[in-house]
C-alpha cells in the first residue's frame, strides 16, 4: 500500500505541474505576441512529430505483446474463456455508445486560422476519395499484401491485424524454445519504447504549455468552444452511461446486484479515480473483490490481472470519439462502413493498451499520427482537459473489471478451476 500511496502523491503532484502548466501557457497564448506564438507553434509540432516517432511502434509492440501473454493463460479453461468473453463484451458496448452519442450530440469541427483551414481543404478533398469506398474495399484495403506495407502506409488497421496474428500465433507456440526467445525480444523493444515514452511524458509539461498556448490563441480567433464542449459532453457522457447503466445491466442480466457490488468495489473505484492507474489500484481491487464480495481467490487473483491489461472499457470509448472527432476535422466522412471499421480498432486497440501514464491518449494519438493527412493539433487542443478525462476513464475501467471479476466468479462454481 505504501507504494500505492506514492503512485498517487506523485499523480497529484503531475497533475499540479500539468495544470500550472496549462495556466502558463493559456496565458501566454492569449497575449497576442506573434514571435512566442511562431514559438508555441513550434514547440507543438516538435512534440507531434516526436509521438508520431513513436505512434506505430507503440501500437504493434503493445498488441502483439498483451495477445502473446494470454497464451500462459488458456490452461486455465473456463476462467480464462469467460473472463475473455465478458471483457469483449463490454468493450464493444462501450465503444458502440460512444458512437451512438457522437451521432445523437453531432459535435461540430473546429474552426482555425485561415492557413490551417486551407490545409483542411486540400485534406478534405484528398480525403474526398474515401466517400465512394466500398465495405469490400475497406476489407480489401486493410489485409496487407506483405509485412512492411501497412506500417510504411500508416494502414492502421492493417498495422492492428499483422500486430493480432503475430501477438496469437506466438501465444499459439509459446512453449518453443525460439518463440520464447523472440517473445523476449519483442517485450525488450518495447520496453525500450516505453523509456522513450516516460522521457516525453516527463518533458510535457513544456508541450502542455505549447499546447495551451495553441488553444488560447485559436480562442482569440473565434474557435467554437461550443464544439469543444460537444466533444467533451460525448467523451464523459459515454463512461457515465457504461458505469451507471449498461455494467449494472450486465450484473443484472446475471442476476447479481449492482449495488452489492458497488459498496464492495467501492475503495478501489476511488483510488482507480485519483491514481488513473488501473495497475497502481490492482492490489485494492482485489483485496476488495475477496474481502467485501467474498470472490472466490482462484477466479479474482486470475481475473483482475488479466481485466487490468485488456479490460478497458473507458479507453475503447475514448478512442473511438476522438478518433471519429479528429477524422471528421480531417474531412473524412463518417460512414456507417468507416464507423464500424473503427468500432473494430477501437476495441482492438484498447485491448492492447500500453500500461503507460496516459496510455489512451498516447494510443489514439499514435493512431491518428499514423493515418495520412489527420489534424493531429486536435488532441493538441484535447490535452488540457485530458487528465479530468483520465480519471473518468480509469474509474470506468476498474468498474468494468469487477463486475468482470463477480460474473466469472458466479459463472463458475468453487472447485472448478482447471
Keep these: 500500500m505504501s507504494e500505492n500511496k506514492k503512485k498517487m502523491q506523485f499523480n497529484f503532484k503531475q497533475m499540479m505541474i500539468w495544470l500550472i502548466a496549462m495556466?502558463?501557457?493559456?496565458g501566454l497564448g492569449w497575449l497576442g505576441y506573434k514571435e512566442?506564438?511562431?514559438?508555441?507553434?513550434?514547440?507543438?509540432?516538435?512534440?507531434?512529430?516526436?509521438?508520431?516517432?513513436?505512434a506505430v511502434p507503440t501500437i504493434a509492440l503493445a498488441i502483439t505483446t498483451t495477445l502473446a501473454s494470454l497464451g500462459s493463460k488458456k490452461n486455465t479453461g473456463k476462467i480464462f474463456l469467460h473472463t475473455i468473453m465478458y471483457t469483449l463484451l463490454t468493450t464493444v458496448v462501450a465503444s458502440l455508445v460512444g458512437v451512438l452519442l457522437y451521432l445523437i450530440v453531432q459535435p461540430e469541427n473546429l474552426v482555425v486560422s485561415p492557413e490551417e483551414?486551407?490545409?483542411?481543404?486540400?485534406?478534405?478533398?484528398?480525403?474526398?476519395?474515401?466517400?465512394?469506398?466500398?465495405a469490400y474495399e475497406h476489407i480489401l484495403n486493410a489485409?496487407?499484401?506483405?509485412?512492411?506495407?501497412?506500417?510504411?502506409?500508416g494502414n492502421v488497421l492493417g498495422?492492428?491485424?499483422?500486430?493480432?496474428?503475430?501477438?496469437?500465433?506466438?501465444?499459439?507456440?509459446?512453449?518453443?524454445?525460439?518463440?520464447?526467445?523472440?517473445?523476449?525480444?519483442?517485450?525488450?523493444?518495447q520496453e525500450l519504447f516505453f523509456t522513450l515514452i516516460r522521457a516525453l511524458v516527463w518533458a510535457l509539461p513544456l508541450g502542455i504549455v505549447a499546447f495551451s498556448a495553441q488553444l488560447?490563441?485559436?480562442?482569440?480567433?473565434?474557435?467554437?468552444?461550443?464544439?469543444?464542449?460537444?466533444?467533451?459532453?460525448?467523451?464523459?457522457?459515454g463512461n457515465v452511461l457504461q458505469f451507471f447503466v449498461i455494467l449494472p445491466l450486465f450484473l443484472l442480466i446475471s442476476r447479481i446486484n449492482p449495488l452489492r457490488i458497488f459498496r464492495g468495489m467501492l475503495p478501489a473505484v476511488l483510488m482507480a479515480l485519483f491514481t488513473k492507474s488501473s495497475a497502481a489500484t490492482l492490489p485494492v481491487t482485489i483485496a476488495s473483490a475477496e474481502n467485501n464480495l467474498n470472490a472466490k481467490p482462484e477466479v479474482s487473483r486470475f481475473v483482475l490481472p488479466i481485466c487490468c491489461t485488456i479490460n478497458m472499457n473507458g479507453c475503447a470509448a475514448f478512442i473511438m470519439v476522438t478518433s471519429l472527432f479528429v477524422m471528421q476535422n480531417g474531412g473524412v466522412e463518417l460512414t456507417l462502413p468507416v464507423i464500424a471499421l473503427w468500432v473494430l480498432i477501437s476495441v482492438v486497440a484498447a485491448v492492447g493498451n500500453a500500461g503507460v501514464p496516459m496510455g489512451c491518449y498516447f494510443l489514439t494519438l499514435s493512431?491518428?499520427?499514423?493515418?495520412?493527412?489527420?489534424?493531429?493539433?486536435?488532441?493538441?487542443?484535447?490535452?488540457?482537459?485530458?487528465?479530468?478525462?483520465?480519471m473518468i476513464e480509469t474509474a470506468v475501467n476498474v468498474w468494468s473489471d469487477s463486475c468482470v471479476c463477480a460474473m466469472v466468479d458466479k459463472a463458475v462454481p468453487a472447485g472448478e478451476k482447471e
Excluded at 23 to 26: C, D, R, T, Y
Excluded at 36 to 54: E, G, H, Q, S
Excluded at 119 to 133: D, F, I, L, W
Excluded at 216 to 237: H, M, N, P, T, W
Design 367 to 390: 493512431l491518428m499520427a499514423s493515418m495520412n493527412n489527420m489534424p493531429i493539433w486536435v488532441l493538441g487542443v484535447i490535452l488540457p482537459i485530458y487528465a479530468i478525462i483520465d
Design 36 to 54: 512566442l506564438d511562431r514559438f508555441f507553434d513550434f514547440t507543438a509540432k516538435l512534440y507531434t512529430n516526436l509521438f508520431k516517432f513513436v
Design 117 to 134: 483551414q486551407i490545409a483542411k481543404s486540400e485534406m478534405a478533398t484528398e480525403n474526398g476519395q474515401r466517400k465512394a469506398t466500398t
Design 23 to 26: 495556466a502558463i501557457g493559456f
Design 159 to 189: 498495422i492492428v491485424l499483422v500486430a493480432a496474428a503475430a501477438g496469437l500465433a506466438l501465444a499459439a507456440k509459446r512453449e518453443s524454445e525460439n518463440i520464447q526467445t523472440l517473445i523476449r525480444a519483442i517485450n525488450g523493444l
Design 143 to 153: 489485409v496487407p499484401s506483405n509485412v512492411v506495407a501497412p506500417f510504411a502506409e
Design 216 to 237: 488560447a490563441a485559436q480562442i482569440r480567433a473565434d474557435v467554437a468552444f461550443e464544439s469543444l464542449g460537444k466533444y467533451v459532453l460525448v467523451v464523459l457522457g
